[in-house]
């Protein structure tokens, strides 16, 4: 879609804006990319959009003022109150304290619990292009066309009743199995996301640990991203250095009920600051 052609556009000024760079770009979606003029386009519960930011103006391209209080206000987490979560967490640790003012303003998405556990099951030993090569593949391949060349994530009714020789053509290797696998035990209903919702998040895990070759660190990036659990803490080999390196004898436990946001602030000053 050409970004000079969107339906309609909306603006929305708020104190509670944020970084679209750092919260696009931090290891939590794949479905997002910048354009030339800085703005960022994307899918997301089968709508398309682009959005751009002006000090405190987010501007919605390709949308109506229904969709930006029926999606994208939840989506992007506009309600929750970062600026006294992000004042809570920096008096824990110093270190946090220096990772929060270096990366400014993450939120958390609260993206569709589905394909937040296909996308990280996806994720799986692989790097960032890689993966969104793999899901773009299986969004032309199996999801419903939005707009010209525009797919939205194909659901689990669909994959559910295919073979691994029908994904052949994502290139994603032992992985088939595992979205297949996940697809199944979700349209089953032996996965209920809402269901995972209300449940206390050591069950929610041990639940989604059942799908095959969903490990600890997809199960919390499902938790987190996908079912916007906070306190989920996904540990992958970035975390893992830095929790050793500058929270020694720390658990995930340690940063309370808001784990997940600490978590994407530290994760993205390691991988970051001395580039």
């Given at each position: 879609?050409?970004?000079?052609?969107?339906?309609?556009?909306?603006?929305?000024?708020?104190?509670?804006?944020?970084?679209?760079?750092?919260?696009?770009?931090?290891?939590?979606?794949?479905?997002?990319?910048?354009?030339?003029?800085?703005?960022?386009?994307?899918?997301?519960?089968g709508k398309y959009l682009n959005?751009?930011?002006?000090?405190?103006?987010?501007?919605?391209?390709?949308?109506?003022?229904?969709?930006?209080?029926?999606?994208?206000?939840?989506?992007?987490?506009?309600?929750?109150?970062?600026e006294k979560i992000k004042h809570?967490?920096?008096?824990?640790?110093?270190?946090?304290?220096?990772?929060?003012?270096?990366?400014?303003?993450?939120?958390?998405?609260?993206?569709?619990?589905?394909?937040?556990?296909?996308?990280?099951?996806?994720?799986?030993?692989?790097?960032?292009?890689?993966?969104?090569?793999?899901?773009?593949?299986?969004?032309?391949?199996?999801?419903?066309?939005?707009?010209?060349?525009?797919?939205?994530?194909?659901?689990?009714?669909?994959?559910?009743?295919?073979?691994?020789?029908?994904?052949?053509?994502?290139?994603?290797?032992?992985?088939?199995?595992?979205?297949?696998?996940?697809?199944?035990?979700?349209?089953?209903?032996?996965?209920?996301?809402?269901?995972?919702?209300?449940?206390?998040?050591?069950?929610?895990?041990?639940?989604?640990?059942?799908?095959?070759?969903?490990?600890?660190?997809?199960?919390?990036?499902?938790?987190?991203?996908?079912?916007?659990?906070?306190?989920?803490?996904?540990?992958?080999?970035?975390?893992?250095?830095?929790?050793?390196?500058?929270?020694?004898?720390?658990?995930?436990?340690?940063?309370?009920?808001?784990?997940?946001?600490?978590?994407?602030?530290?994760?993205?000053?390691?991988?970051?600051?001395?580039?």
């Open positions: 879609m050409n970004k000079n052609c969107f339906d309609s556009s909306v603006k929305l000024t708020t104190n509670n804006c944020f970084e679209l760079d750092e919260t696009f770009n931090c290891g939590q979606c794949f479905r997002w990319n910048q354009l030339e003029d800085g703005s960022f386009s994307g899918v997301a519960f959005i751009s930011k002006d000090q405190n103006t987010l501007i919605f391209k390709n949308s109506t003022k229904e969709d930006l209080h029926n999606i994208w206000y939840e989506y992007f987490d506009l309600n929750l109150d970062y809570d967490l920096s008096n824990l640790h110093p270190i946090l304290k220096e990772a929060i003012k270096y990366s400014k303003d993450i939120h958390i998405l609260k993206q569709e619990p589905w394909e937040a556990l296909c996308s990280f099951i996806i994720s799986q030993n692989n790097n960032i292009p890689r993966i969104k090569g793999i899901i773009e593949r299986l969004c032309q391949n199996f999801g419903e066309e939005i707009s010209d060349g525009i797919f939205s994530f194909p659901s689990h009714s669909v994959l559910c009743n295919l073979s691994e020789e029908d994904l052949a053509p994502l290139r994603c290797g032992f992985r088939s199995a595992y979205i297949l696998d996940a697809a199944r035990k979700v349209e089953s209903n032996e996965i209920n996301f809402d269901n995972l919702k209300n449940m206390p998040i050591e069950k929610a895990r041990g639940e989604l640990l059942k799908i095959k070759g969903v490990g600890p660190k997809v199960a919390e990036c499902t938790l987190l991203y996908g079912l916007h659990k906070l306190d989920a803490f996904p540990i992958d080999v970035w975390m893992k250095r830095a929790m050793e390196t500058f929270f020694e004898n720390k658990s995930p436990e340690f940063f309370g009920e808001y784990a997940g946001i600490a978590q994407q602030y530290i994760f993205h000053y390691i991988r970051t600051k001395n580039k």
